[in-house]
């Protein structure tokens, strides 16, 4: 138990990130199920919200690109997903709002960012009305493979 709670101490100090910008959301985050790797670079007027990796969620640690191959259209379904804009948010009252593409399902949603904890961001998106949307979390990169990293460890001790 004692050499977890170094272990998950020791890893923190990965993640400097948290503590550098209370406020700010900017850096890298994975989606709930692994399955992402996104970028969210602040700028004065914007967040732009960029598709670094994607990879099976059996498969975390080889985040691969793949393609865009649930694009409505035709012409852009073999675009690779690396490194592609998936939109941008804008400051609000609670949060950020904007528009993000998600190339699991080829749609563009509605989306308000809020943020939950310092390595945890509420992800809403919609199409129309905000009530018949869904909600998912994104965690900071380095929080999540602390997490990881974590229960290996304690897996290892028993």
Not at 2 to 29: D, K, N, R
């Amino acid at each position: 138990m004692a050499l977890s709670t170094l272990l998950v101490a020791l890893l923190a100090l990965e993640c400097p990130s948290v503590h550098e910008t209370p406020q700010g959301i900017g850096g890298q985050w994975i989606t709930a199920d692994g399955g992402a790797l996104l970028v969210l670079d602040e700028k004065p007027a914007e967040i732009t919200v960029t598709l670094r990796a994607v990879a099976p969620p059996s498969h975390l640690g080889d985040l691969t690109p793949s393609r865009d191959n649930q694009n409505p259209n035709p012409r852009l379904r073999d675009r690779s997903l690396a490194g592609l804009l998936l939109g941008r948010l804008r400051a609000a009252k609670a949060g950020w709002r904007g528009h993000l593409y998600d190339p699991r399902s080829g749609r563009s949603y509605r989306v308000r960012v809020t943020r939950v904890a310092p390595h945890v961001l509420k992800i809403r998106g919609y199409v129309g009305l905000r009530v018949l949307g869904r909600t998912t979390e994104w965690l900071r990169r380095c929080h999540y493979e602390t997490r990881v990293r974590a229960l290996l460890a304690a897996g290892d001790e028993t």
